[in-house]
């Protein structure tokens, strides 16, 4: 640089200059998605339970999204903790930690007089127990819940048609002792879809039942849920199961270890 070049260089004035803009920190977290855009979105959830002076944990911090209008299929061995995960993100079991956020709602910050209500209203449940009251009817099983929907006595005749849907139309008037455990779960099915639910939790609906009825169970299911856009989250170790649902999740140990898994690698 010549020494009339160095001068004018030295001699520039003294101009502020706008300060760089600062990195982000690499502690920042970044923003949770919008679980509300979901049916069912639950986060870090955690779940243990005591065997003698043993802390057992049965969740692990599990995230589950399920989509509304989705037939998604939770499988995993006995004691994966599937039962335990439907039961926190439906409402019937408080998890240890962990937020769960339903239908646009954070479930666990409900007082329980609000859950049991919204449970109430938006959900469905399908246990493999079958769950009926021995003293009633097929009808009456049906009639119970929409009795407690609060829903005009013209709804009698909805309860005899969903009855239809299943296909128990001639076995109206026959109590739990005088139907196949097919026919129960059907009446389970029956009384879950009769109130038009958001939502259908299925715990093991098919363990019970043989290969047969399992199928017949799980199509109703599937043409039910569909035709009422509701959003269903079943949990099962039945392989066989898998072709019916549009997603498979697979947990084990506590743990999502797949949440879209090959339906393929459950047939037998």
Known sequence: ???????????????????????????AKAQPEDATKYAIAAR??????????????????????IEPGEIALVMGPSGSGKSTLLAAVSGLLRPDG????????????????????????????????????????????????????????????????TLMDVGL?????????????????????ARALAKKPKLIFADEPTSALDGENGHIVMDLLRKCAKEQGATVLCVTHDGRLARFADRVITIEDGVITSTNADPAQFTH
């Open 169 to 189: 139309g001639h076995r109206l008037t026959n109590r739990p002792d005088k139907l196949s455990g097919g026919e129960k779960q059907r009446v389970a099915i």
């Open 98 to 161: 962990g937020v769960v956020t339903t239908l646009g709602q954070d479930l666990w910050k409900m007082p329980k007089a609000k859950i049991d209500r919204f449970r109430l209203i938006n959900s469905g449940f399908i246990f493999q127990g079958f769950n009926l009251f021995p003293a009633l009817s097929a009808q009456q099983q049906v009639e119970q819940v929409l009795r407690f929907m609060k829903m005009p006595p013209a709804q009698k005749d909805y309860a005899v048609s």
């Open 1 to 27: 640089m010549t020494q009339t070049a160095a001068l004018r260089v030295e001699t520039l004035p003294n101009v502020a200059m706008p300060a760089p803009p600062k990195p982000a920190s690499s502690g």
């Open 44 to 65: 870090g959830i955690t779940k243990s339970f005591k065997a003698g002076t043993q802390k057992v944990d049965v969740l692990k911090g599990i995230d589950l999204l």
